[in-house]
């Protein structure tokens, strides 16, 4: 079953498949009920449409049955009873949002009818009902169960009485959020698009990640040696083996097929997991209030997001591994089976090379086993206690922005009013001229060819194509003319060509730009959008708008946020934007400024030195080593001084970014010798600690006692690590200052 739940699945609904209506009607039954619904469209009705009233109806006949079941005797109706509804107007798209409705409007766009004597119930609904769906508030669905109510409470011995119909139409629908359908304006390309897409993608099928392992972990090693792999150094070399042998195989099979066929499964198959998690974030708000175990609902949507996670990471790394081995000339056709194989070949290679950074920096312990049927096996402590509640976290805490920004999606975006901050401005000038630097093009420049190769995706109706790189690049200038002077090199820019050898990186990047375990590397397809098929003059490109706006978006962010590598960056000026970025000190003065709004007193980039009043120590040495507290808080009326450590740190998703993280955390000295981040906290604490004569005159409180804690701007992985921070010092997310609120 594909029913989100358990409780989904404990209900007894039936589709009756020998029916030779276009759609099956539905049975339900429950405690001797057997309450029936079939679902029509007048002729000429779009198939998808009505399938889509016919999945809103199979929602809402159980509920509305059990509601009926509650009810007393004279007010329920006959055991056996038949519901008849028929849209005239199922839409199959519009081209601009409906005007809204009054009551009265929406009421008279249903009719109902009850035969009492053969206990049928029909409900049609008039094409203007379709347009309620464009509405925030489930005004649709709701009118609809309600005008059925009305059809089947006639067929009782005795109608229900105005005040007890309400209630029960509130135990049906509680909420305006309770929903099976929904109408969303079209806003991106991938929205009108859709209908050149499967309806639901291809996982990984776990049989093929099963019989995958089959004597895996024996190719590369002899049996005489044991199934024990243990030592840093041994483990990490044998996974190193483990993940070439994984490539190899990957590489010959895929060498079987023709390129182009490839990589359309590919491209299509990513783009069908894109649409379908689209819309399960517009619809999170609806799946949720669907169920009244809101928990497991999580649950579910979270497995299902891990789901497609593995579709867009392992798709998008097998596009860039196919146009480097597949032949365009002969191979045979990539079918659905395949691309299934494919995509759980390439999971295994990035897990295990994520097993292999863990070991490497300490997260995962150096040991692994080999099993007799050959698969690999792990101390799983790391993933159990770090790695996946802190991706669950993640992932809830955007489930439930999206549940919380459900009404966005049925309005235009907002425009931001009011001048921009200058500081900002300031920003946003040397980020631009670093951009430009660094890509050769205008920041704006990518903007307009986005917009562009949507507009050609448009015109081709098509999600992706083949076009040959002038064609492509004259239907842009068409489009766009103002980019005649940039767009050789966006073009260059963002162009993924193939290589002779997928595992060889090209001159001016390194193999952590291949590497599929890797995040933020320069050679991925969403760094380089537009996959060049071959190395002619005027190369075949393949073209998928939709990965091209991802890729843009990607590489701005990247970009902004300092998130490449500095090895990853070519010029000064981008070099120097990202020192800019890490220096940046306005998360410590958002830490000081939350702090005295709860009434502590608090400053931002206290040096030692100015605390101690002196820069030399017999003890500590040069103390301007030390450095500075990132904000000191203190309080006269408690006597607390507080030395807070302000981490605005990038939000790690791999394993072995994760495993890097942490081994920054540990409150140690690293493989230089040198105090790793949490250590160099704690040793300004104790040099603090050491000297509150000092502390009390720079704060003017007589006896002061020192606290030490670490805020971070948001979720990290150190939160659930057992061994880490919080056995040396205390640790706070910023949402949580206010736990450091004053005893007054």
């Not at 028929?86 to 249903?110: H, V």
């Not at 098509?462 to 003319?481: G, H, N, Q, T, Y």
């Not at 091209?548 to 070519?570: L, P």
């Not at 070099?575 to 800019?580: D, P, T, V, Y």
Request: net charge negative.
């Amino acid at each position: 079953s594909s029913s989100l739940s358990e409780e989904d699945r404990s209900i007894s609904l039936y589709a009756d498949i020998l029916s030779h209506e276009s759609l099956p009607a539905l049975l339900f039954e429950d405690q001797g009920a057997e309450w029936w619904i079939t679902v029509s469209g007048v002729k000429g009705s779009s198939r998808d449409a009505i399938f889509e009233r016919w999945r809103m109806l199979s929602t809402w006949l159980p509920r509305i049955a059990q509601a009926f079941g509650a009810l007393g005797e004279q007010h329920k109706p006959p055991n056996q009873l038949q519901i008849n509804a028929t849209f005239d107007g199922a839409m199959a798209g519009l081209s601009e949002q409906p005007k809204p409705f009054t009551d009265n409007e929406l009421r008279e766009t249903l009719s109902v009818n009850a035969q009492v004597d053969e206990a049928l119930v029909t409900v049609k609904a008039s094409r203007r009902f379709e347009d309620a769906f464009f509405n925030e508030d489930n005004i649709a669905e709701r009118e609809w169960v309600r005008a059925a109510c009305l059809g089947v409470s006639e067929l009782a011995i005795e109608s229900l009485p105005a005040e007890q119909f309400e209630d029960l139409l509130n135990s049906i629908v509680p909420n305006n959020r309770v929903r099976q359908t929904h109408a969303f304006p079209a806003v991106s390309f991938r929205d009108f698009v859709h209908h050149q897409l499967p309806r639901k993608p291809v996982f990984i099928n776990k049989d093929d990640t099963s019989t995958l392992k089959l004597f895996l972990g024996w190719k590369i090693r002899t049996r005489k040696l044991g199934g024990t792999v243990q030592g840093k150094a041994e483990c990490t070399a044998y996974l190193r083996q483990l993940v070439e042998s994984l490539e190899d195989q990957l590489i010959d099979f895929l060498k079987r097929f023709e390129k182009k066929s490839v990589l359309k499964r590919l491209i299509i198959n990513h783009e069908a997991a894109m649409r379908d998690q689209e819309t399960w974030k517009r619809t999170a708000a609806a799946v949720s209030a669907l169920h009244t175990d809101k928990g497991r609902a999580l649950e579910e949507i979270l497995k299902h997001q891990s789901k497609l996670n593995a579709v867009f990471q392992s798709s998008r790394v097998l596009v860039e591994v196919a146009n480097c081995v597949c032949s365009l000339d002969d191979g045979d056709a990539f079918g659905e089976f395949d691309l299934a194989q494919s995509m759980a070949m390439m999971i295994e290679i990035i897990q295990f090379g994520g097993w292999s950074d863990a070991i490497y920096y300490g997260a995962m312990e150096p040991t692994l086993m080999v099993a007799p049927l050959g698969d690999v096996l792990a101390n799983h402590d790391f993933f159990e206690e770090v790695a996946v509640p802190f991706g669950q976290a993640g992932m809830t805490s955007s489930v439930e922005r999206n549940i919380q920004g459900y009404g966005d999606h049925f309005s235009a975006p907002k425009e931001k009013t009011g001048d921009p901050d200058k500081r900002f401005l300031a920003e946003k000038e040397q980020f631009s001229k670093a951009w430009e630097c660094e890509m050769g093009f205008p920041m704006e420049a990518l903007g307009a060819f986005i917009v562009a190769c949507e507009e050609v995706g448009l015109n081709e109706e098509k999600a992706c194509f083949v076009v040959r790189k002038s064609d492509l690049m004259r239907r842009i200038l068409e489009l766009k003319p103002e980019l005649a002077s940039h767009l050789d090199k966006i073009v260059h820019e963002l162009s993924l060509p193939p290589r002779s050898d997928w595992r060889v990186a090209p001159e001016g990047f390194t193999d952590l730009d291949r590497q599929p375990w890797k995040f933020r590397r320069l050679l991925s397809v969403l760094r380089r959008p537009l996959i060049q098929l071959d190395d002619a003059v005027d190369p075949e490109i393949y073209l998928c708008p939709g990965i091209v706006s991802d890729g843009g978006e990607y590489t701005f962010v990247r970009y902004w946020e300092a998130e490449f590598r500095e090895i990853q960056i070519r010029t000064k000026e981008m070099l120097r934007w990202n020192g800019s970025v890490k220096d940046k000190s306005s998360f410590n003065d958002q830490v000081a400024k939350r702090l005295c709004e709860l009434g502590w007193t608090a400053k931002s980039d206290v040096g030692v030195t100015q605390m101690l009043g002196r820069s030399e120590d017999e003890q500590l040495g040069n103390i301007k080593k030390l450095g500075d507290v990132d904000v000191l808080a203190w309080d006269e009326q408690s006597r607390r001084v507080i030395a807070i450590e302000c981490k605005d740190l990038m939000y790690r998703k791999t394993l072995g970014e994760i495993a890097e993280q942490l081994a920054s955390f540990r409150g140690e000295l690293d493989a230089k010798g040198k105090p790793d981040l949490l250590l160099k906290h704690l040793n300004r604490a104790s040099a603090l600690r050491a000297n509150l004569d000092q502390l009390r005159k720079f704060t003017g409180i007589s006896d002061p006692t020192l606290e030490d804690c670490l805020v971070f701007s948001g979720q990290v992985p150190m939160g659930y690590a057992k061994k880490g921070i919080r056995s040396k010092t205390n640790m706070l997310l910023f949402d949580d200052i206010g736990t450091l609120a004053l005893n007054t």
